[in-house]
């Protein structure tokens, strides 16, 4: 079964910075589309980056020019660097496999972002 | 690309037919999926490219539609299947709808 595994959450200033990693397991990393989703406490799903096997990265315009994702295919991993962080950015992030014809097929359990002065 | 579910939440009996509806700014084909979400857990697909069952998913979950319009339907509704769902629009960048909220009466 796929792991997923989130760390690097906590609780940060407004205006600074995190990063999040994330350790896959069980299926060939690098073959795969990873991606970040989050999740403010009552609320919907906000997808917030996603990076393709080749490396070729994605961002909504929400995030974009703050966060940063990457891969590090040897050693199954990946990360989500933060900067300039808003209390609007206060979520549940996950670390997620797509799958260009399925969609999202397997989820971490989630990891605390907390941004708060 | 915007997606817009309705309702937002429902409230329906053991044994009911339960439909959801989403719809997409503008047309993505078939590239759809569907998620259930229960407290405190991660999402799980149910459905995508609109109308297949992902591995293990009951065949009480039916997902049609294609173009902007999809519907997620649950026929005989079981008190395990109360949770929130998403649709997912991904022909392009990744875009979730607001969920809906299926509650058992």
């Known amino acids: 079964e796929v792991q997923l595994v989130e760390s690097g959450g906590g609780l940060v200033r407004p205006g600074g910075s995190l990063r999040l990693s994330c350790a896959a397991s069980r299926f060939t990393f690098s073959t795969y589309d990873m991606h970040w989703v989050r999740q403010a406490t009552g609320k919907g799903l906000e997808w917030v980056s996603g990076?393709?096997?080749?490396?070729?990265?994605y961002y909504p315009d929400s995030v974009k020019g703050r966060f940063n994702i990457s891969r590090e295919n040897a050693g199954n991993s990946l990360s989500l660097q933060m900067h300039s962080l808003i209390v609007e950015d206060t979520a549940v992030y996950y670390c997620?496999?797509?799958?260009?014809?399925?969609?999202?097929?397997?989820w971490g359990q989630g990891i605390l972002v907390t941004v708060s002065s | 690309i915007q997606m817009t579910q309705s309702p937002s939440t429902l409230s329906a009996s053991v044994g009911d037919r339960v439909t959801i509806t989403c719809r997409a700014s503008q047309s993505i084909s078939t590239w759809l999926a569907w998620y259930q979400q229960k407290p405190g857990k991660a999402p799980d697909l149910l459905i995508y490219?609109?109308?297949t069952l992902e591995n293990g998913v009951p065949s009480r979950f039916r997902g049609t539609g294609s173009g902007t319009e999809f519907t997620l339907t649950i026929d005989g509704l079981r008190p395990d299947d109360s949770a929130s769902y998403y649709c997912?629009?991904?022909?392009?960048?990744?875009?979730f709808g607001q969920g809906t909220k299926v509650e058992i009466k």
């Open positions: 490219k609109a109308s």
């Open positions: 997620v496999r797509g799958r260009r014809s399925m969609g999202f097929d397997s």
């Open positions: 997912q629009a991904y022909n392009a960048y990744w875009t």
């Open positions: 990076i393709g096997s080749r490396g070729d990265t």
